[in-house]
């Protein structure tokens, strides 16, 4: 790690490594620890909700992260031979 390098950047990188609840809930609760920064910085109580919305919005984005993750995976899957589906042609068969 570099001495240029964000001091949150750990908890940052551990946060996307948990599960993606726990995730969204460490990236509301840094947004809120972060509004609440702000509200005895600044003295305004509506930069508390400033940090809120920031938590809110670093939790969506875990949820996007954590689809394109799936997604990627899955379109993996979708070319493996064992998983394509197979078609069947039942027209042939005359009762």
Known sequence: MNDNDPKLKK???GANDL????????????GIAIG???KKWTGE???LWLGVVIGIG????NIQIAYKKQKA???ELKDDPRFRSR?????DDED
Do not use: K, N, P, Q
Request: glycine share 6%.
């Open 11 to 13: 908890v940052v990188e």
């Open 36 to 38: 609440i920064g702000m």
């Open 87 to 91: 078609r069947f042609d039942y027209e």
């Open 73 to 75: 995976s899955l379109d």
């Open 19 to 30: 599960s993606l609840g726990i995730s969204i809930v460490v990236a509301i609760l840094i």
């Open 58 to 61: 670093a939790a969506l984005r």
């Open 45 to 47: 109580t509506w930069t």
